[in-house]
């Protein structure tokens, strides 16, 4: 996963990857995640899944703003979404989630995240490590 300059490794689950972008207080300002598929997601139902995985991990006022499929990437295609949701700490936080069927048949989940106030400034650089992703 390429990620950018000045972002730091941060702990995640076993068998992912993670990076952040943090303030001077350890807060999430931009976030970027690499995770193996590992439940029921598929292509098609990408969109209608991530929203209801947000909403199971306690995030509130889940909100699908895009979708898109047949994307191509690096790794393969894949199906992303634009969402934007309230975590149980009250920070918001929009993300782009991409689903990405990728090369030896391996599906990949790839998220992009920043605080709601961080979103234009970091959007681009989110945009820039998902579709550079080789897998």
């Known amino acids: 996963m390429v990620y950018p300059p000045g972002w730091t490794l941060v702990a995640g689950d076993r068998g ?8 001077g207080r350890g807060n999430y300002l931009g976030y970027l995640n690499l995770t193996p598929r590992q439940g029921g997601e598929t292509l098609a139902n ?3 899944f991530r ?3 947000n909403a199971a ?3 509130k006022d889940v909100e699908l703003d895009a ?10 295609h894949g199906t992303c979404v634009r969402d934007a949701y309230t975590t149980v ?3 918001r936080y929009v993300e782009i989630a991409c689903l990405i069927d990728g090369s ?9 995240a920043a605080s709601r106030e961080h979103w234009t400034l970091e959007r ?3 945009e820039r490590a998902i579709s550079a992703l080789v897998v």
């Not at 030896?104 to 992009?112: E, L, N, P, Y």
């Open 57 to 59: 991990e306690g995030d």
């Open 51 to 53: 929203v209801r995985h």
């Open 16 to 23: 992912t990857a993670s990076v952040a972008l943090l303030d």
């Open 46 to 48: 990408w969109p209608a």
């Open 89 to 91: 700490s009250k920070a």
């Open 67 to 76: 979708a898109a499929r047949q994307l191509r990437f690096r790794a393969g």
């Open 124 to 126: 681009s650089v989110l």
């Open 104 to 112: 030896h048949s391996r599906q990949w989940v790839i998220v992009g």
